[in-house]
C-alpha cells in the first residue's frame, strides 16, 4: 500500500495527461491498483517502473476507446479542468502537457506518439526506458518524441509570461461582463477561436466554435446581458493556468480559461458540462494578480 500510495500522484498525472480527463485518469489509477494488489509483486523488483508502466499502456488503450466516445459527444470537446493550487506539475516533473491548449493539441497525436511525449517531456523519462514501456525501440522513441515536440510547436504560438496571461484574463472578463464589443476585439487575436464545451448539458454552450476576432466578440458581447446575471467570478490555479471560475450561488457553472500570445487572445476556453467541474470550486474571491 505504501509504494502504491508513493507514486500514486506520478501515475495519475500519466493518466491525466493521456486522457484529458480527471474522472477517467482516477478511474484508470483504480483499476491499476486492483491489478497490483492481485499481481505476485515478489516477482517485481522495482515496483515504481512497473507500475508507470501498466498506467501507460492502460492509458494508450484507453486512449483509442476515448477517440471513438468523443466521436458522438456533442458539441467541443475539451479537457476537464483540474485545480493545481496544491500541485503544479500534477505529479510530474515538469508542468509539460498540462495546459488546455497543449492538451487539445495532444488530441492530435497517435496514442504510442502521445504517451511518448508525455513520458518524455512532463516525466523526464530516459528514452530507454520510454522504449521498455511502450514496446518500441530507442530510436523509434526519440522520432515519436521529436515528432509529438514538433506537431505541439507548430500548433501554437510562444504564450505570453504567466502575469500577462492573467492580466490578459482580468481584461477579457471585465470586457465580457460589460459587453464591450471594442474591448473585446482589441483583446483577441484576429485568428481567435472560441471553444464552448457543454457535452449536450449546458443549455449556454455553443454546439460549434466561433472563429475569428469580430465573431468572437459579437457572440460574447450579445449574451451578456443575460449569462452574466448574478454570475460571481472568483480565480484559480487549473491546469497550471491562471482561469476564471463563474459560479450562481456558490456552485461553479463554467471554468473559463484563455490561451493568449503576443497577438493577443488566441483561444477561448468555455468548459460548461458539469460533469467535467467536479474537480474545481470556488476559492477565495482575489484578483488574478494574487494567483
Avoid: C
Avoid at 476585439?185 to 472560441?194: N, Y
Avoid at 459579437?218 to 471560475?245: C, P, R, Y
Avoid at 461553479?252 to 500570445?261: E, G, K, Q
Avoid at 493577443?264 to 467535467?276: H, R, S, T, Y
Amino acid at each position: 500500500m505504501a509504494i502504491f500510495d508513493e507514486v500514486r500522484p506520478r501515475l495519475f498525472g500519466i493518466a491525466y495527461r493521456m486522457l484529458g480527463s480527471a474522472s477517467e485518469a482516477e478511474d484508470l489509477v483504480q483499476d491499476v491498483w486492483l491489478r497490483w494488489q492481485s499481481y505476485d509483486r515478489d516477482t517485481v523488483d522495482n515496483p515504481a517502473p512497473f507500475l508507470a508502466t501498466v498506467t501507460t499502456r492502460l492509458a494508450i488503450n484507453e486512449v483509442k476507446s476515448a477517440r471513438v466516445r468523443r466521436e458522438t459527444y456533442v458539441g467541443p470537446w475539451l479537457p476537464e479542468p483540474v485545480d493545481t493550487s496544491a500541485d503544479p506539475y500534477l505529479g510530474a516533473e515538469r508542468g509539460e502537457a498540462l495546459e488546455f491548449a497543449v492538451l487539445l493539441l495532444l488530441e492530435r497525436l497517435a496514442p504510442t506518439e502521445r504517451a511518448a511525449y508525455v513520458l518524455r517531456e512532463a516525466f523526464d523519462y530516459p528514452y530507454g526506458q520510454i522504449a521498455e514501456i511502450i514496446g518500441h525501440n530507442e530510436a523509434s522513441v526519440r522520432q515519436l518524441v521529436s515528432r509529438a515536440r514538433k506537431r505541439v510547436l507548430d500548433g501554437r504560438r510562444t504564450p505570453v509570461p504567466a502575469a500577462d496571461q492573467r492580466r490578459l484574463l482580468a481584461a477579457f472578463v471585465a470586457a465580457a461582463r460589460s459587453g464591450d464589443l471594442a474591448a473585446l476585439e482589441e483583446l483577441l487575436a484576429e485568428d481567435v477561436t472560441s471553444y464552448s464545451d457543454g457535452g449536450g448539458s449546458a443549455a449556454r454552450a455553443a454546439k460549434f466554435p466561433v472563429e475569428g476576432a469580430f465573431r468572437v466578440a459579437k457572440f460574447i458581447a450579445a449574451f451578456a446581458g443575460h449569462f452574466w446575471t448574478g454570475v460571481e467570478v472568483s480565480w484559480a490555479d487549473v491546469n497550471g493556468q491562471a482561469a476564471a471560475l463563474l459560479s450562481r450561488d456558490g456552485v461553479v457553472f463554467t471554468v473559463l480559461a484563455l490561451d493568449t500570445s503576443e497577438q493577443g487572445i488566441d483561444q477561448v476556453l468555455w468548459m460548461m458540462n458539469p460533469a467535467k467541474l467536479t474537480a474545481v470550486s470556488v476559492g477565495p474571491d482575489l484578483p488574478p494578480d494574487d494567483l
